[in-house]
């Protein structure tokens, strides 16, 4: 088996689409009234939250999704400028990677994580 989509509930779906689209560099492969679709490996599917979405906690969370970067620090200062909320500068972490957290329109906690020389893919 593999992982084939995760799911991110959201407050604006147009808000948070332009920011999946445009600042995570995913691309829309179907959207409607209250979701869209990115391709991806695996997809991202951002849902309009619901009441019970909202009551469950799921809006404005830690997703525990993360996204690869090639340079943390780079990422960082474009995110910076573009004003988007971040958690604090990239951390390097014991393993060697180095993780970065911004949120979301919603306020949705992701991660950018950089991963060490030895574990990125060959370009």
Known sequence: MRLSSVRIFVEDLNEAAQFYENVIGLKRSWAADDAVIFESNPGVVI?????????????????????ETKNAAALYRDLQAGGIPLHGPPEE???GGIMLFADDPSGNIITFLELPPAQRAAP
Request: glycine share 12%; aromatic share 12%; proline share 4%.
């Open 93 to 95: 972490q014991p393993w």
């Open 47 to 67: 849902e309009t939250a619901n009441d019970e979405a909202r009551d469950e906690g799921l809006v404005g969370r830690f997703t525990g999704i993360s996204f």
